[in-house]
């Protein structure tokens, strides 16, 4: 028993010496990233009489507590018309007196019953011939600038916001302006193609027929019903919708890029009522601030959610050329969307963190609150709401029976689907949690992100208005969002915990080798290792590999070494 305890003692002992001799080596330090330039929460420079409730040109206008409200000048013209408001609040928006023409109120119940809408189709963060950057430019998170086709309603002036900036107007943004008209209204949508490629306008879902009373296509499609729009052209689509509900309208050229590359928007067709003036367009959708009459009779607010996803090979191309035909090659014929890969999500045209500036879901206590949600992704979302469980009432524009509605807090629509939803803030453990800053987002893991960094995607909150300032900051209870609004964030070069656990799992700094000094000069690391030279590395695991090894044969062998050393023992003492 003896002779087997010093053995295995001797062979333990090689092996302890054989692992630890070399491993003692320092950590680097963890470093720390300087944020840089921080974006204010709110940096939208709207003045505060914009977010205040107030009448205009006759329009009521509701509140908006968000860092980014709404014109009351536009949403007055997009109430009245371009041609029934006054001159100082047209010249107070960027539209053109034609860009929405209401007339003719044929059923004499108040409202008008003729609609001229027109839209353009404009670039953002595309090609420039004279210098290096895109313009005009539209962030959809700090320093994230990706090509977007869109649809936008007819504007005047500069397609930026002066002479002096190279962001894009007001007018010209993500995503395509949701529409909105009255039951049994007749509607002209006049889409003047002021692009580089054909284009053309598809009412998906809305009720149009296939030709229009002159005889001339009207589905938008090119193979079947009507030529592509060129260049230069104009096209009017003619329409009398008799069903109400939520729509979508959207490009029909080439529609696998042109719809993801932004060419789609929500058209929405209201239940008729007397003197019912509908907010026709809500430019970046979000909060509806005129309802309609339907609409306000059941619920306290309205907000309109248009989900979509970004490929960043897709939306570089019309950055890459000024040659229509080149771009149009690399489109067209290079991109395989059967290999694409989202990399952006959006929530009404932005990624978090700027979502929380513009998309927001405001409520008090005990509201009922409409939400229609548009999944315009190439691929399912998962919509969850944090603390809430709306119903479904509607699907594709079509009303739920009340025995077939579904009250949950994950909502799944496929591509080019619509959902209305019923959410209620009554406090009672099912259809609210109470009062809080609750998320809303879509639950696949990719819409997370934004690039493949969390937190971002279409990631937005339920805000119940006593947690916001007057500016619509929230006033949060967890970590700082500074690092979030910082482009360095989003270009990979902060750890997401950086902010929030300093020293322990921030980024390690470079490895650098150290100078190899006498063992007499060399100091211990602060954390009392002692350094190992970087050259005797591999030599000391070598050296440890065969002492290890010796000392397991050894242990193998013991019988007959220590017979042998006793033979050598009894040899000595005579």
């Not at 950057?133 to 998170?141: E, F, H, K, R």
């Not at 809305?206 to 009373?213: A, E, T």
């Not at 799944?412 to 939803?421: E, F, H, I, N, V």
Request: aromatic share 8%; hydrophobic share 40%; net charge negative.
């Amino acid at each position: 028993m003896i002779k087997r305890s010093l053995s295995a003692a001797l062979g333990s002992a090689f092996l302890a010496w054989s692992v630890g001799a070399p491993a003692v080596t320092a950590l680097p330090a963890t470093k720390k990233v300087e944020l840089g330039e921080v974006e204010p929460f709110c940096n939208s420079g709207a003045p505060a009489e914009w977010r205040k409730a107030q009448v205009l040109e006759g329009v009521e206008i509701r509140e908006s507590r968000l860092c980014n409200p709404d014109s009351p000048a536009e949403i007055a013209a997009f109430v009245k018309g371009t041609n029934n408001v006054s001159m100082q609040t047209l010249m107070d928006t960027n539209l053109a007196a034609d860009a929405l023409i209401l007339s003719n109120d044929m059923d004499n119940d108040g409202d008008p019953d003729h609609y001229i809408i027109k839209l353009e189709v404009m670039e953002l963060n595309g090609h420039s011939p004279d210098f290096a950057g895109v313009v005009p430019t539209y962030d959809i998170a700090p320093g994230i600038q990706p090509a977007f086709w869109v649809f936008a309603p007819k504007t005047r002036d500069m397609s930026t916001r002066s002479f002096a900036s190279a962001e894009a107007n007001p007018m010209l943004r993500m995503p395509a302006p949701v529409i909105r008209v009255e039951q049994g209204d007749v509607v002209w949508l006049v889409l003047e193609n002021t692009h580089y490629f054909p284009h053309s306008i598809h009412l998906h879902g809305v009720d149009h027929p296939f030709m229009d009373f002159s005889g001339e296509g009207n589905d938008g499609v090119g193979q079947t019903s009507a030529m592509d729009v060129m260049p230069g052209q104009s096209k009017t689509y003619v329409i009398k919708p008799r069903q109400p509900g939520t729509m979508y309208y959207h490009c029909h050229v080439q529609p696998h890029t042109h719809i993801p590359l932004g060419l789609a928007g929500m058209f929405i067709v209201e239940e008729n009522r007397p003197n019912n003036w509908v907010q026709v367009f809500n430019v970046g959708a979000g909060q509806v601030r005129h309802p309609s009459k339907a609409v306000a009779e059941k619920y306290d607010a309205e907000y309109d959610l248009h989900y979509q996803s970004v490929d960043k090979e897709l939306h570089k191309l019309p950055q890459s050329f000024n040659d229509p035909r080149l771009i149009a090659r690399a489109i067209n014929q290079d991109y395989d969307i059967t290999d694409a890969t989202d990399d952006y999500y959006l929530l009404n045209g932005r990624a978090f963190p700027y979502t929380l500036r513009e998309s927001l879901v405001v409520v008090e206590p005990n509201q009922k609150i409409k939400l229609r949600v548009l999944n315009g992704h190439t691929e399912v979302i998962s919509l969850h709401t944090h603390g809430h469980k709306a119903v479904e009432t509607h699907y594709d524009g079509v009303e739920q029976r009340p025995e077939a509605r579904i009250r949950r807090d994950v909502y799944t629509l496929s591509p080019a689907q619509r959902l209305d939803l019923e959410l209620e803030t009554v406090d009672d453990g099912l259809r609210s949690f109470g009062p809080g800053l609750w998320m809303f987002h879509d639950h696949v893991e990719r819409a997370f992100t934004t690039d493949g960094m969390g937190e971002g995607g279409s990631i937005s909150l339920i805000a119940y208005k006593q947690y916001l300032d007057e500016n619509g900051t929230p006033h949060a209870h967890g970590m700082s969002l500074a690092q979030y609004f910082t482009k360095k964030y989003w270009e990979r070069k902060i750890s997401p915990w950086q902010e929030v656990f300093d020293a322990s799992l921030g980024d390690p700094e470079t490895f650098v080798k150290a100078e190899v000094k006498p063992a007499a000069t060399t100091k211990p690391s602060a954390s009392g290792a002692e350094p190992v030279a970087p050259g005797n590395t591999g030599r000391n695991l070598l050296l440890g590999l065969l002492l290890g090894i010796a000392g397991y044969f050894a242990y193998l062998n013991r019988a007959k070494l220590l017979e042998t050393a006793s033979e050598w023992i009894a040899a000595v003492r005579k």
